[in-house]
C-alpha cells in the first residue's frame, strides 16, 4: 500500500534534522486513550479516568498484573461485583494506585458506589446475595474507605495471593495497611450474612503452607494471655518443644519469660520436610494451670501467633464444678479451638475425642465458660475435654454433620491441652 502524499509528508519531517515535536493537546483536552492506558472502560468511566487518573492509568498499562486486571474489569457488566471479583490477578503498586485515584476522583462515573468490593473481597462477594447486599449496606463505609487508600487496597489484594491458612502471609499483607484488616472488618459486620465461621467445604483437599525454600529459621510472636480477663500474663515461663517431648526435657531454644505485655517471642529452626514448626509451647504461670499449646497448620514462616490464653487454678476449679466434673489428678484435660477455611472461629460444631471414656466428660463453652447445657460451640469455636487419660489425643470436629478437621495432640495429667483444629490437607 503506498503512504498518502500527507502521510509521506509527515514521515519525512519527523525524520529530517531539527524536525519539530507533535504540537501538544490543547489545553483542557484529556489526553489520549492510548496515554492513559487505553482501557475499554465505559465512556463516563474513561472520560474521567483519562483526567483524573491518566499517569496511574499509564502506569497500570506497563505492568502485567495490573492491566491484566483492568482488561478484565472493562469487560465486565455495571455493577456486576461478582464479574469483578473473578478478575484479581495479583498485588502490584500500579493496582494500588490505580484503584485507589479512581475511587477517589472518578467512583460515580464508574459505578462504584461501595468501593470497588468485588475486587477487594472476591470471596465474599461470591458467596451469597445475602452476603454481597450486606456489603453494599454495613461494609460500605470500610470498602469506600479502603478503595480510596492505596495502601489497604495493595494489602487487600496482597491477601488474595496468600493461603488462606497461612498467618504468616495474611499478617505481612495485612501490615501494608495503616487502616486494619479489610476483610476482617467485612467479616465482623457481615458475619451472619456471609455465613463467617462456616466456610468448611476446603476440608481434605486443602495445602497447609509450606516453609520457603531457603528459610531455615521463623521468629515467632507469642502473647499469654488471662483466659477469664484476657489480660496480658506477666512473668509466665514459655518453652518451645518438639511435639512428642511433653515434659520438654529438650527445649527447641532458650525458654522464655513473658514481659510486661504478656509476649514472648522465639527463634526457632524449620525444615521444608516437617512444613515448619509444628511442635508444642509449654506454659507455667503461678497461681495458673500448667498449659500445653498445639498451633495448627504448623508455623512455616515468621509470625504472630493468636494469643495463648490459660486458666487460673481457680477459674478452672469454678470451670470443672460448672459441668460437675471432680478434676482426677492422674488425667489431664483439653480445650479445642475451632476454625474454618478462613480461620474464622466456627459456631455449631461439634468434636469428639479418640480418647474419651466413661471417667471423661465433653463440653462445650459459651461466653468463654464451659456449660452443662450446651450442645455445639458458640461464635469462640471452643468446645472440651476433661478427665482424659494421658497420651495422644486426635480431635475430630464437625458442622452440621460436615467434617471441619482433626488436630492431634498429647494429654499430661494436671495439664489443660490447647489444640487449634484447623481443616485438613
Given at each position: 500500500?503506498?503512504a498518502?502524499?500527507?502521510l509521506?509528508?509527515?514521515?519525512?519531517?519527523?525524520?529530517?534534522?531539527?524536525?519539530?515535536?507533535?504540537?501538544?493537546?490543547?489545553?483542557?483536552?484529556?489526553p489520549s486513550?492510548?496515554t492513559?492506558?487505553?482501557?475499554?472502560?465505559?465512556?463516563?468511566?474513561a472520560?474521567?479516568?483519562?483526567?483524573a487518573?491518566?499517569?496511574?492509568?499509564?502506569?497500570?498499562?506497563?505492568?502485567?498484573?495490573?492491566?491484566?486486571?483492568?482488561?478484565?474489569l472493562?469487560?465486565?457488566?455495571?455493577?456486576?461485583?461478582?464479574?469483578?471479583g473473578a478478575?484479581g490477578?495479583?498485588?502490584?503498586?500500579?493496582?494500588?494506585?490505580?484503584v485507589?485515584?479512581?475511587?477517589?476522583?472518578?467512583?460515580?462515573?464508574c459505578?462504584?458506589?461501595?468501593?470497588?468490593?468485588?475486587?477487594?473481597?472476591?470471596?465474599?462477594v461470591?458467596?451469597?446475595?445475602?452476603?454481597?447486599a450486606?456489603?453494599?449496606?454495613?461494609?460500605?463505609?470500610?470498602?469506600?474507605t479502603?478503595?480510596?487508600?492505596?495502601k489497604?487496597?495493595?494489602?487487600?489484594?496482597?491477601?488474595l495471593?496468600?493461603?488462606?491458612?497461612?498467618?504468616?502471609?495474611?499478617?505481612?499483607?495485612a501490615?501494608?495497611?495503616?487502616?486494619?484488616?479489610?476483610?476482617?472488618?467485612?467479616?465482623?459486620?457481615c458475619?451472619?450474612?456471609?455465613?463467617v465461621?462456616?466456610q468448611?467445604?476446603?476440608?481434605?483437599?486443602?495445602?497447609?503452607?509450606?516453609?520457603?525454600?531457603?528459610?531455615?529459621?521463623?521468629?515467632?510472636?507469642?502473647?499469654?494471655?488471662?483466659?477469664?480477663?484476657?489480660?496480658?500474663?506477666p512473668?509466665?515461663?514459655v518453652?518451645?518443644?518438639?511435639?512428642?517431648d511433653?515434659?520438654?526435657?529438650?527445649?527447641?531454644?532458650?525458654?522464655?519469660?513473658?514481659?510486661?505485655?504478656g509476649?514472648?517471642?522465639?527463634?526457632l529452626?524449620v525444615t521444608e520436610?516437617?512444613?515448619?514448626?509444628?511442635g508444642?509451647f509449654k506454659?507455667?504461670?503461678?497461681?495458673?494451670?500448667?498449659t500445653l499449646?498445639?498451633?495448627?497448620?504448623?508455623?512455616?514462616?515468621?509470625m504472630?501467633?493468636?494469643?495463648?490464653?490459660i486458666?487460673?487454678?481457680?477459674?478452672?476449679?469454678?470451670a470443672?464444678a460448672?459441668?460437675?466434673?471432680?478434676?482426677?489428678p492422674?488425667?489431664?484435660h483439653?480445650?479445642?479451638?475451632?476454625?474454618?477455611?478462613?480461620?474464622?472461629y466456627?459456631?455449631?460444631?461439634t468434636i469428639?475425642?479418640?480418647s474419651?471414656?466413661?471417667?471423661s466428660?465433653?463440653?462445650?463453652?459459651?461466653?468463654?465458660?464451659?456449660?452443662?447445657?450446651a450442645?455445639?460451640?458458640?461464635?469462640?469455636?471452643?468446645?472440651?475435654?476433661?478427665?482424659?487419660?494421658?497420651?495422644?489425643v486426635?480431635?475430630?470436629?464437625?458442622?452440621?454433620?460436615?467434617?471441619?478437621?482433626?488436630?492431634?495432640?498429647?494429654?499430661?495429667?494436671?495439664?489443660?491441652?490447647?489444640?487449634?483444629?484447623?481443616?485438613?490437607?
Amino acid at each position: 500500500m503506498r503512504a498518502s502524499p500527507t502521510l509521506a509528508l509527515l514521515l519525512a519531517l519527523s525524520a529530517a534534522p531539527g524536525a519539530c515535536s507533535p504540537p501538544e493537546e490543547p489545553k483542557g483536552r484529556p489526553p489520549s486513550g492510548a496515554t492513559c492506558g487505553g482501557f475499554a472502560l465505559p465512556e463516563a468511566c474513561a472520560a474521567c479516568t483519562a483526567s483524573a487518573c491518566c499517569e496511574q492509568a499509564a502506569a497500570c498499562r506497563a505492568d502485567q498484573a495490573c492491566a491484566a486486571t483492568y482488561d478484565c474489569l472493562a469487560a465486565c457488566p455495571a455493577g456486576d461485583q461478582g464479574c469483578r471479583g473473578a478478575c484479581g490477578k495479583g498485588a502490584s503498586a500500579a493496582l494500588s494506585a490505580m484503584v485507589a485515584c479512581e475511587a477517589v476522583g472518578c467512583a460515580g462515573k464508574c459505578g462504584d458506589t461501595c468501593g470497588d468490593s468485588g475486587l477487594l473481597l472476591p470471596t465474599l462477594v461470591g458467596r451469597s446475595s445475602a452476603c454481597a447486599a450486606c456489603l453494599g449496606s454495613k461494609a460500605c463505609a470500610i470498602t469506600t474507605t479502603c478503595a480510596s487508600d492505596s495502601k489497604c487496597v495493595d494489602a487487600a489484594t496482597c491477601a488474595l495471593s496468600c493461603n488462606p491458612l497461612d498467618r504468616g502471609c495474611l499478617e505481612r499483607c495485612a501490615a501494608r495497611s495503616t487502616t486494619g484488616d479489610l476483610a476482617a472488618a467485612a467479616r465482623l459486620a457481615c458475619g451472619a450474612e456471609c455465613d463467617v465461621g462456616k466456610q468448611v467445604a476446603c476440608n481434605g483437599h486443602v495445602a497447609w503452607p509450606r516453609v520457603l525454600p531457603g528459610t531455615t529459621s521463623v521468629h515467632v510472636v507469642l502473647a499469654v494471655s488471662g483466659a477469664a480477663n484476657n489480660k496480658p500474663v506477666p512473668g509466665a515461663e514459655v518453652r518451645a518443644c518438639g511435639k512428642v517431648d511433653v515434659g520438654c526435657a529438650s527445649p527447641l531454644a532458650p525458654p522464655a519469660t513473658t514481659d510486661a505485655r504478656g509476649v514472648a517471642e522465639f527463634d526457632l529452626s524449620v525444615t521444608e520436610v516437617v512444613g515448619g514448626f509444628n511442635g508444642l509451647f509449654k506454659i507455667t504461670a503461678a497461681g495458673y494451670t500448667p498449659t500445653l499449646g498445639f498451633y495448627n497448620p504448623p508455623v512455616a514462616s515468621s509470625m504472630t501467633l493468636p494469643p495463648m490464653p490459660i486458666l487460673r487454678d481457680i477459674e478452672f476449679a469454678a470451670a470443672t464444678a460448672a459441668l460437675g466434673v471432680s478434676a482426677d489428678p492422674k488425667r489431664g484435660h483439653l480445650i479445642a479451638i475451632l476454625q474454618d477455611c478462613e480461620l474464622s472461629y466456627v459456631s455449631g460444631a461439634t468434636i469428639t475425642i479418640s480418647s474419651a471414656d466413661a471417667g471423661s466428660t465433653v463440653g462445650y463453652f459459651q461466653a468463654g465458660f464451659p456449660t452443662k447445657d450446651a450442645t455445639a460451640t458458640d461464635g469462640a469455636g471452643i468446645a472440651g475435654g476433661f478427665n482424659l487419660p494421658t497420651g495422644l489425643v486426635t480431635v475430630n470436629a464437625a458442622l452440621d454433620g460436615k467434617p471441619i478437621g482433626s488436630g492431634q495432640a498429647f494429654i499430661e495429667a494436671q495439664t489443660i491441652t490447647q489444640v487449634a483444629v484447623v481443616p485438613s490437607p
